[in-house]
């Protein structure tokens, strides 16, 4: 199921990931791209791969930032430079819990 995180909205907290299945995130509205993307790796007993863009990502991409288990990690978007609408993917090869926020402004 996509995630939508609107110009109202700090995140999207604590969503399922399934494993094996890419989950897209819509983010929409400004943001400060000097502040990034945070992504947030709850629960699981794999790591999480994310980037932005329009290519799929894949369970350990080379061209993905990893966000290792039980950490935070910050994702810049180059697609957009942190304006108007951007697709933030995830996946993992077991089943997770994550959640996707602005960064501090």
Do not use: C, W
Not at 63 to 70: E, T
Not at 81 to 89: E, I, K, M, Q
């Amino acid at each position: 199921m996509a995630q939508t995180l609107n110009g109202t909205q700090q995140g999207v907290y604590e969503f399922a990931l399934t494993a094996n299945t890419e989950e897209l995130v819509t983010i929409t509205g400004a943001y400060d791209s000097t502040s990034e993307i945070v992504v947030i790796h709850h629960s699981g007993t794999a790591p999480i791969y994310a980037k932005f863009g329009d290519s799929a990502v894949t369970v350990k991409d080379g061209r993905s930032r990893i966000v290792p288990i039980g950490s935070i990690t910050e994702i810049g978007d180059s697609t957009t430079g942190g304006a108007g609408t951007s697709v933030l993917r995830l996946i993992s090869a077991a089943a997770a819990v994550v959640s996707v926020a602005r960064g501090d402004e």
